[in-house]
Nanobody
Framework: QVQLAESGGGLVQAGGSLRLSCVGVPHTFSPNVVGWFRRAPGKGREFVAHIGWRSDVTEYADSVKGRFTISKDNTKNTVYLEMNSLKPEDTAVYYC??????????????????WGQGTQVAVSS
């Protein structure tokens, strides 16, 4: 298990942009996959995107495809989530998650063994 720390959340107007960061500790951070999930007020956890740590393979939820981009910098143990054209329905706490396991489907929360504390994103209309 590793420690994950998210940052970059905040309040933005609809149509605006934010970039979230997820830093992994320790220095030997080397998961299989890193993902972003979110939980909107009164709703369940929702998959957003994931990326292979040793590959550039990515997957996105349909709701964010074309607006969000997940990327990584292995030298900084960091995964980013660039969010553009934000909508009020993107308002949620965003969580970074990492897994050292191998699953068929990395869009489900149970695939991940480490989670960050979350960062709040609020989009006003």
């Amino acid at each position: 298990q590793v420690q994950l720390a998210e940052s970059g959340g905040g309040l933005v107007q609809a149509g605006g942009s934010l970039r979230l960061s997820c830093v992994g500790v320790p220095h030997t951070f080397s998961p299989n996959v890193v993902g972003w999930f979110r939980r909107a007020p009164g709703k369940g956890r929702e998959f957003v995107a994931h990326i292979g740590w040793r590959s550039d393979v990515t997957e996105y939820a349909d709701s964010v495809k074309g607006r969000f981009t997940i990327s990584k910098d292995n030298t900084k143990n960091t995964v980013y989530l660039e969010m553009n054209s934000l909508k009020p329905e993107d308002t949620a706490v965003y969580y970074c998650a990492a897994t050292h396991n191998f699953f068929k489907d990395y869009s489900v929360g149970r695939a991940y063994d480490s989670w960050g504390q979350g960062t709040q994103v609020a989009v006003s209309s």
